[in-house]
């Protein structure tokens, strides 16, 4: 298959694929246009026996459980959900309200961004003791970067309380600035945000200058796989929940800086069971190719996917899907 060939018959699969699509990708940025910010996520674990847990508390993801384990902690529950935190220059976020079961474990829990700057950004949450303490955490600022820290105040019998953050997409909308109470017992779970990235096997030297950037944790797993040249043909495109919609979602019109590539793709929530979601996307090329990728339905979860059964002169192209906590109410 050759690009050429595709971009011939990029059109006709259009007319095909498109009206059975759900939201449409968003188109890139107008040059000169600021572009949005990334949503951050914050969420605070404590150090306790995860079986004394009420039962609704929220859960700790394999991915923040892994790296408690490494620092030496065995006990740990969440008190919080994932927090949207204000973008930088608006007023801070409530995160916690130092609750605990029955009772006020600690002071109130605040944070912020402070800094936001060469593709980093850092993220203070602070209150914890009537001394007023604080924990910075540092990180890069792009979608399914993650990372944990330890509050060195207080620390109680079991040890020391953490504070995860986690980078998501641009939000849909300006994120609440209060924290969501934790549901009701009985109440039906909002299921986490999937959102896919279509990466193509072209020298990223000769990308268009408002082009989608590519994260650096796709980066490093593509170049593990042998995979050099790389670019990202979309921004994040957030996939339509399953049994929301009729219809699954456009995730790339075949299109790349304006030129037929290949033919247009759409994506889908196939099957959410037992912890794990598997994403199907296909299109591709004019025979329907397809590609499924399955990873662990918990926000932060992140995995790439080659297209095996479509090869461009340059390579495979590649998809990335990245797991974000369930979107805010529209």
Known sequence: MTRLFLASIAVVSALAVVPCAG????????????????QVYVKIIWPTDPA?????????????????KKRGES???????WVP????????????????????????VAGHIVERTDGHIKVVLDGWTPGYKKVTVSLKDEPGSREI???????????????????????????AKAEEPTPKK???????????????????????????????????????RGQAKFTAATAWVPLAVKGEEEFPTHAWDGN???????????????????????????????????VTVSLKDEPG???????????????????AVLIGPPPEKK
């Open 85 to 108: 935190l204000a973008a930088k220059g608006e007023e801070s976020t409530r995160v916690w309200n130092g609750g605990l079961a029955d009772r006020n474990a600690i002071c109130p």
């Open 256 to 290: 790349l800086d304006g030129k037929g590539w290949g033919c247009p793709t759409t994506g889908r929530i196939v099957e959410r069971a037992d912890g794990r979601i598997k994403v199907l996307l296909w299109g591709w090329g004019p025979g329907g190719d397809k």
């Open 301 to 319: 979860s992140r995995a790439i996917a080659a297209a095996e059964e479509v090869k461009y002169d340059s390579g495979l192209p590649y998809v």
């Open 52 to 68: 004394a847990r009420d039962k609704d508390r929220p859960v700790v993801e394999s991915w923040i459980a892994e790296q408690l």
């Open 186 to 224: 009985g109440a039906l779970p909002k299921s986490n945000q999937v959102y896919v990235k279509i990466i193509l096997p072209t020298d990223p030297a000769t990308r268009a200058k408002d082009r989608p950037v590519v994260e650096s944790w796709i980066a490093e797993q593509l170049k593990k």
């Open 149 to 175: 820290a330890a509050v060195a105040w207080p620390k109680t019998e079991q040890g020391m309380p953490y504070v995860a953050v986690l980078i998501g997409p641009p939000p849909e909308k300006p994120a």
């Open 75 to 81: 006990k740990f529950t969440a008190v919080t959900a």
């Open 23 to 38: 939201e449409a990708q968003k188109p890139t940025p107008k040059k000169g246009a600021l572009p949005r910010s990334n």
